[in-house]
Structures are given as structure tokens and as C-alpha cells.
């Protein structure tokens, strides 16, 4: 199952013009995050407040992650500055992945933020949570925090805005989205040789794990025929048919 690097701001002396701060309410949005990406299957990794731009850059480095995901709200300079809206989605210009997860992003946003016209994604060169780290990366900057129709709507909108991500990151690596977690327990139940537990819900994905006819596995949510389970900490899809519920 795909694992992210989940990087919201390090910026605490970003003030929001109707109060608080970018580093706050983004570590608020990926809190928010969380419980989509857990029913989702999604494994993340993430950084902490006390952490820099440049130590988070080199956490994601140190592991091996599908996706680094940075979460910002922006600020506008000189004459625009709290006259700006609107979203913008970088990624690396050369990076195919990047693109398209923030072609994603973007067009989630487009659904709920007042004017989508004004949601966009932007190849750069110069973000180093982009630039410089080895995964494929997007940093969103979800809107202007000096605006304050922007900080208003950021605040007010942070549970819907959390959902759009993790279902953009769904569409990403090709898995179902699920609202909430379902948990329940399970035993595998073949008649011979093991039950294959899948990266994603199709026979023909990469084969993660196998379990032995009888094994305990945690059933976290289903959809088509597929289980989402747990089986000894590994995280991945197996036949609904071959799982006895308890």
C-alpha cells in the first residue's frame, strides 16, 4: 500500500490576518487528514511543528515514500499583498507523478473553493519541498492567509478541504476512497495454500503478503468483493470470498 510523507508548515510566525497561524491551522488540516488516510489504507509518515523546511526535507529523504505532500496557506507581497486569492499546486516541471498528483489536488479544490477559476497548479524550481526531495512532491498552497475572505474560507472549510485530498491521493494510487473505518475481525479461510493480500483491489497488483488458511487478519473497510485489512502490520487488499468475519 502506498505510504506519503505528510509535511504541513514549520511557519509559525505566519499570522492569519482574522488570527492564528499557517503552522497551526496547517498541522490542523493534516490532522483532519488522518482518519481519511487510515480508512483509505494510505500509510504516511509526518513531520512535526518543532521541525524546519530543510529537516523535513531530509526525513523524507531518509525513507522511502510514493508521494512528499506539503500543506501551506500562502501571503501575497507588495500591491497584491491581501488582495490575492486563491489556490495554487506546485510541482516539478520534469516529474510526470508530480504533475499529475497536482492535477489532481487541483481539480478536487475546484469543487469547493468559491472560485475555481482561481485554483491552479504550477511547475517550479525553486521550492525546495519540491525541488530537493527524492519522492514525487506537490506543495499546496491552499489559499492567501493575508486575504481575509481566503483565511475565512480556510478556516471554515478545513473538514471538506481534508476529505478532497485524501480523495485526490485515492485517485493517485488508484484505490478506493472510504469515509470512515469499518473495523471488524477476521480469519483467513482457504482451503489450501494462502490467501494473497494485494497492493490494490485487482488480481492482477503485486502480491504484499500471504496468510495462512486460519490467520487473524483486522478487516478495516470493504468495497467490490475486496477487504481493506491488516495482516501482522502489513496493510493491503485480499478477497472478500477467502475471509470468514467474526
Not at 28 to 39: G, H, Q, T, W
Not at 167 to 189: M, Q, S, W
Not at 228 to 240: Q, R, S
Request: charged share 20%; aromatic share 10%; net charge negative.
Amino acid at each position: 500500500m502506498p505510504i506519503i510523507y505528510l509535511s504541513p508548515s514549520t511557519q509559525e510566525f505566519n499570522y492569519y490576518v482574522n488570527g492564528g497561524t499557517e503552522e497551526y491551522y496547517m498541522n490542523l488540516l493534516a490532522d483532519k487528514m488522518v482518519p481519511y488516510l487510515d480508512a483509505s489504507g494510505i500509510r504516511y509518515s509526518r513531520n512535526t511543528p518543532d521541525m524546519t523546511a530543510a529537516s523535513s526535507i531530509a526525513a523524507s529523504n531518509a525513507g522511502n515514500y510514493d508521494l512528499h505532500f506539503a500543506l501551506h496557506s500562502n501571503a501575497a507581497a507588495g500591491e497584491q499583498a491581501g488582495k490575492a486569492k486563491g489556490s495554487i499546486v506546485f510541482y516539478y516541471p520534469t516529474s510526470a507523478d508530480g504533475r499529475r498528483a497536482a492535477e489532481l489536488v487541483a481539480d478536487g479544490l475546484k469543487t469547493i473553493y468559491p472560485d475555481p477559476n482561481l485554483v491552479r497548479i504550477q511547475g517550479t524550481t525553486t521550492l525546495g519541498e519540491v525541488a530537493r526531495v527524492r519522492a514525487p512532491s506537490i506543495l499546496l498552497e491552499l489559499a492567501f492567509h493575508d486575504n481575509p475572505e481566503d483565511a475565512a474560507w480556510i478556516k471554515n472549510n478545513l473538514d471538506e478541504v481534508a476529505r478532497i485530498l485524501v480523495l485526490a491521493l485515492t485517485e493517485y494510487f488508484d484505490i478506493p476512497f472510504f469515509e470512515t473505518e469499518n473495523r471488524r475481525p477476521g480469519v483467513v479461510d482457504v482451503s489450501y495454500g494462502n490467501l494473497n493480500i494485494r497492493a490494490r483491489p485487482t488480481t492482477d497488483a503485486p502480491i504484499i503478503a500471504q496468510a495462512p488458511d486460519g490467520a487473524p487478519l483486522t478487516i478495516i473497510n470493504t468495497s467490490n468483493g475486496w477487504h481493506l485489512v491488516n495482516f501482522n502490520g502489513t496493510i493491503g487488499y485480499a478477497n472478500a470470498d477467502y475471509i470468514t468475519l467474526l
